[in-house]
């Protein structure tokens, strides 16, 4: 499985940017696929989830009410609509891929096998 993001760059604190990761290759149908992000010197955090299969979804409280995730199956695209962005969102956004997720670990770095190359988001004050 490849995953290709696309649509990070730079917001003015307050706007919005919209993530792209497509995912090719034997991706099967019951997969999972996240986004993960990583700021300088801290450590890679969970941001969204969504399921395949019943579109079931899970967000960092961080980002609840800010963000939405969603999945074109037909395309096997994951996107991740970002609003109200803020300064600490700033980090390089990571798309992955996990199989056999249940919802209780949709946020676990370790229930993801493939992963991107990430999109670098910049938020500005």
């Known amino acids: 499985v490849q995953l290709v993001e696309s649509g990070g760059g730079l917001a003015q604190a307050g706007g919005s940017l919209r993530l792209s990761c497509a995912a090719s290759?034997?991706?099967?149908?019951?997969?999972?696929m996240a986004w993960f992000r990583q700021a300088p010197g801290k450590e890679r955090e969970f941001v969204s989830a969504?399921?395949?299969?019943?579109?079931?979804?899970d967000y960092a409280d961080s980002v609840k009410g800010r963000f939405t995730i969603s999945l074109d199956n037909a395309k096997n695209t994951v996107y991740l609509q970002m609003n109200s962005l803020k300064p600490e969102d700033t980090a390089v956004y990571y798309c992955?891929?996990?199989?056999?997720?249940?919802?209780?670990?949709?946020?676990?770095?370790?229930?993801?096998?493939?992963w991107g190359q990430g999109t670098l988001v910049t938020v500005s004050s």
């Open positions: 992955a891929v996990g199989y056999g997720i249940i919802l209780t670990t949709m946020h676990q770095i370790r229930a993801y096998e493939y």
């Open positions: 290759g034997r991706t099967g149908s019951a997969y999972t």
């Open positions: 969504i399921r395949r299969r019943g579109a079931s979804t």
